[in-house]
């Protein structure tokens, strides 16, 4: 199979139920938000992360898959069976629980802080805009995403502030507060 079909060369793209759309669509930029968080994920990852920070990204990194196959689904034609294209409550207890046993780790946050520290710790400040952004899409999409998507994302981008927060304090950066 080739990388190249050329079926996107007239700035069109195709959707999952295989309507064509134009690639700068509302729908389809959303769906470009989640795979540039996907990407800056990807290179939080390589920046030598702890191996279990790295294992949860990953299932992050594969949550964001499926967000982006049911955005790129408009119609939900995604059959059943393809249990790994949900996302669901389930979904976001998983990251909900993450972020309270990391926050144990940490320092109580007293102020703002700046974005920065470590290449990793800065990386996931730029994934946790990113994932705000994407939301902001979400929500403006019409007719609307299914809630649970908005709600995983917004449980996200905590996560990722906090992860962010994780990496750098023990990457022995300090928070620069504002």
Excluded at 1 to 18: A, Q
Excluded at 165 to 176: C, S, W
């Amino acid at each position: 199979m080739k990388i190249y079909t050329r079926t996107g060369d007239t700035g069109e793209t195709s959707l999952f139920d295989g309507t064509r759309a134009r690639k700068n669509d509302a729908r389809v930029d959303a769906y470009g938000e989640v795979d540039e968080l996907n990407a800056w994920l990807g290179l939080a990852r390589a920046s030598h992360l702890d191996p279990a920070l790295d294992e949860e990204i990953v299932t992050i990194q594969r949550d964001l898959f499926a967000l982006g196959a049911q955005l790129a689904d408009p119609g939900g034609k995604l059959a059943p069976r393809v249990t790994k294209a949900v996302i669901g409550d389930d979904h976001i207890v998983r990251l909900e629980e993450l972020i309270d046993r990391l926050e144990e780790q940490l320092p109580p946050l007293r102020r703002f802080i700046l974005a920065g520290g470590t290449p990793a710790g800065a990386a996931l400040h730029v994934a946790r805009t990113v994932c705000r952004r994407a939301e902001r899409r979400m929500v403006a999409l019409d007719p609307p995403v299914n809630p649970v998507l908005v709600r995983y994302t917004n449980r996200l981008s905590d996560l990722l502030f906090v992860l962010a927060r994780v990496v750098n304090y023990r990457g022995g950066a300090p928070e620069t507060e504002w």
